[in-house]
């Protein structure tokens, strides 16, 4: 945790990613309406780009070199990265993980995720995968709250990790971590699901980082598949990663990527997102 270089941004520039980020949570809205069994991880993906590219920005993903779509989509004991195909068919009480972004003409990102479990299998196991991805889900509001009032970042992280270990014996990954966006998808800083030795740096007005915790219901282990792409966890056991895009503006936060700015999600805490106005 050397130094990093943080670029602030301003309120107009925050509102420009606005835009981004509310791409970014339509194309998200409408690959999660489209979930059902028998629909294939390349059919989510192609909805997630229609929606981007019918709302005049570009899939952030496709620009990563290497990747050649628009979401990636990890399927149970997969955690981040799957690569979208074609025979990759969901199966009902399927645990998915979708992650997406969007570049907006103007050049600036978004970038989400959430997990969701395929509607109509076995209930003792859709009970356990639920679980794991609300463990998740509230871990990630747990660190966006933290953030709102956060001194140093990795009071980000202590929020995370605490809010994991109170839900249940969870593993965190650690070597993927979430990350300033702006004009690139991934900036600095560096943003840990976990309590660092190191606070991190001075949170300032301007910050605007991607808070993904990556969960798993077993050891947090993961390895690289031979697709050189897609963590899975070494044990088999199943995972979920949820992802928000924040800001801290002049104002107050606010979740760039959700499009009710986090009203919902920060209210269990006391915090109250704060909208720009154009
Ligand atoms: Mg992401
Ligand atoms: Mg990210």
Redesign the pocket.
């Known amino acids: 945790m050397g130094r990093e270089k943080i670029s602030l941004k301003t309120d107009a520039e925050i509102l420009l990613m606005r835009e981004a980020g509310l791409i970014t949570a339509k194309a998200l809205a409408a690959v999660k309406a489209a979930i059902v069994p028998g629909i294939s991880t390349l059919e989510l993906d192609a909805i997630a780009e229609k929606t981007i590219i019918d709302l005049s920005a570009k899939s952030n993903f496709k620009l990563v070199a290497g990747y050649h779509h628009t979401v990636c989509a990890s399927i149970n004991d997969e955690v981040v990265h799957g690569i979208p195909s074609k025979d990759r068919i969901l199966a009902a009480g399927d645990l998915i993980s979708i992650d997406c972004g969007a570049i907006t003409p103007a050049g600036w990102n978004g970038?989400a995720a959430f997990s969701y479990l395929v509607p109509g299998g076995d209930v003792a196991i859709s009970a356990k995968r639920q679980a794991l991805s609300d463990a998740c889900e509230s871990s990630l509001w747990a660190g966006i709250a933290a953030l709102a009032s956060a001194v140093r970042l990795n009071e980000v992280g202590r929020a995370v990790e605490k809010s994991v270990r109170n839900s249940g014996r969870y593993g965190i990954l650690q070597d993927y971590i979430?990350?300033g966006v702006g004009r690139s998808m991934h900036e600095d800083p560096a943003v840990f699901n976990y309590q660092t030795r190191d606070l991190g740096p001075v949170v300032e007005t301007g910050l605007v980082i991607?808070i993904?915790p990556m969960i798993t219901a077993g050891s947090e282990k993961v390895q690289i598949l031979a697709d050189e792409w897609t963590i899975s966890t070494k044990d088999g056991q199943d995972a979920s990663h949820w992802?928000h895009t924040v800001a801290l503006h002049s104002g107050g936060i606010w979740v760039l990527t959700a499009e009710d700015g986090g009203e919902a999600g920060l209210a269990k805490y006391g915090v109250k997102p704060v909208p720009l106005n154009p």
Request: aromatic letters at 0%; proline letters at 0%.
């Open positions: 970038d979430g990350h991607a993904e992802e």
